[in-house]
């Protein structure tokens, strides 16, 4: 059985509604934190940022909020087995690495 956990957090102020190419540097910037914390085969594509760590995988999304200037950054974690601390340190990993970069 695997476990699943999400979070999400509404921030990002440095990115304006719809500069695609600021969020993408942004996705760039999180991805390199991520692999510098441990995180492995950490990809990045129009839609995601994903990677693996301790065999828990990770999706970080960024959707568009109708405020402007922000977007709300969704990440779900999931790992195998019913090891919900792990899921848990695993996705507090994620978020310190994507607060780094702001």
């Known amino acids: 059985m695997a ?7 509404l ?17 760039q910037e999180i991805s ?3 692999t510098r914390r441990g995180f492995n085969n950490v990809r990045v594509t129009n839609w995601e940022i994903s990677g693996h760590k301790d ?3 990770i999706s970080i999304a960024h959707l ?13 974690v999931s790992c195998d087995g019913n ?4 899921v848990q340190t695993i996705l507090n990993q994620a ?5 780094f970069t702001w």
């Open 64 to 76: 568009s909020h109708p405020t402007p200037n922000r977007w709300w950054e969704i990440i779900m």
């Open 83 to 86: 090891n919900v601390p792990l």
């Open 11 to 27: 921030g990002n102020e440095g990115v304006l509604y719809g500069d695609f190419n600021r969020l993408q540097q942004q996705k």
């Open 95 to 99: 978020r310190n690495a994507i607060r």
């Open 55 to 57: 065999g828990c995988y």
């Open 32 to 34: 390199r934190e991520l």
């Open 3 to 9: 476990t699943l956990f999400w979070g999400t957090n």
